[in-house]
């Protein structure tokens, strides 16, 4: 049931991203400048996609989300006054365009059987940041025939507007629909890909959806060794977080290979040889893929565990 995307879509992916802006421009809600978007789920990846929205000025007015919980929805009030806030999934999806469904895995299945008479009737854009669980899945908790389901994998640097995102489009999505989400997505995020098989998700969310953590555990161990060198933990973690951050900036603005760009500052006999060597010793090579492969695993997993119900 689930093929790539349509030729028509498949040709989107393949603009430049310049002409993509423009074809978006054209092509979304023509009479209507924004759509209305409701998140199923107000914790703190809909919380960063809120803020991003608003940020790139997308009305609050426009924006409802849902959650059980009171305290995260005065919490979010504060934050953004005119958002439409529930406590019943069914209030907010009655007048979505799109709804970003935005739970934990282990709660999805429950939520879509909630508001599926819903999504059938008014037949929005389904947006899904679920790890995991398969476009298949949600298509059949929501139930009669095909929906127009769009799986985005953000990560937490869309909280400072510096996210990465993932995209995959079920058939049923159409051109407009795409454009629709990518122009979501792009508010929190600075690199946003689509990508051709549902599969490749589970790549994008061991690389870019965890990804954030690896690096805090790589900035955590550095600190650590830092304070074991002689530094005051304090100087230890600011010279971490600089070199981490200047290091992402060389690589953002290089044409050039990361491979080339560690030699540039491995000098012959010097110090980063000497670090690069135990490094390698370590085998901190086979570490890093070690642990995107046990992502990758975990999120197949959760699809298998949580999708099949
Ligand atoms: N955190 C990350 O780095 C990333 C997460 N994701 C995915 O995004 C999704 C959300 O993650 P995240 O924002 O971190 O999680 P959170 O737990 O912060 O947010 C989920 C929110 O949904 C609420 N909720 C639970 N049950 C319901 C329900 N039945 N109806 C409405 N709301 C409900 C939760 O309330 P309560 O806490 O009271 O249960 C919570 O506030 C997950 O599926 C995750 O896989 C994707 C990319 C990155
Ligand atoms: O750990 C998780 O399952 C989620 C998905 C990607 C980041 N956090």
């Given at each position: 049931m689930f093929r790539f995307a349509p030729s028509s879509t498949r040709l989107y992916r393949f603009m430049p991203a310049t002409e993509r802006i423009s074809h978006i421009h054209n092509m979304v809600s023509p009479q209507k400048a924004h759509s209305t978007i409701a998140f199923i789920g107000g914790g703190n990846m809909a919380e960063a996609i809120i803020g991003g929205l608003v940020s790139s000025g997308?009305?609050?007015?426009?924006i409802s989300f849902s959650d059980l919980a009171q305290e995260r929805r005065d919490y979010m009030k504060t934050k953004y006054p005119s958002i439409k806030s529930s406590a019943d999934n069914l209030d907010v999806v009655a007048d979505a365009e799109v709804v970003i469904l935005a739970v934990k895995p282990q709660v999805l299945h429950n939520v879509i059987n909630g508001i599926a008479p819903a999504l059938q009737a008014r037949k929005p854009l389904v947006i899904s940041i679920v790890a995991g669980i398969a476009a298949a899945s949600i298509n059949r908790w929501i139930g009669g025939g095909e929906s127009a389901i769009v799986r985005c994998m953000p990560n937490t640097p869309a909280l400072v507007g510096e996210g990465a995102a993932g995209l995959y489009a079920t058939a049923a999505v159409n051109e407009a629909q795409m454009g629709l989400a990518e122009k979501i997505v792009n508010a929190i995020s600075k690199q946003t890909v689509w990508v051709?098989?549902?599969?490749q998700i589970d790549a994008v969310t061991a690389i870019s959806g965890s990804g954030p953590a690896y690096f805090f555990l790589i900035m955590e161990a550095m600190e650590n060794a830092g304070v074991e060198a002689g530094l005051s933990k304090e100087d230890a973690k600011a010279l971490t977080i600089q070199t981490c951050l200047g290091a992402a900036k060389i690589a953002q603005n290089s044409d050039e290979e990361l491979a080339t760009l560690r030699r540039k500052v491995t000098?012959?006999?010097g110090t980063t040889e000497a670090a690069i060597n135990a490094m390698e010793d370590g085998k901190i090579r086979n570490v890093m893929a070690s642990a995107v492969q046990a992502a990758q695993q975990r999120s197949r997993e959760l699809a298998e565990i949580f999708g099949e119900q």
């Open positions: 997308h009305p609050s007015s426009s051709d098989t549902e599969s000098s012959p006999k």
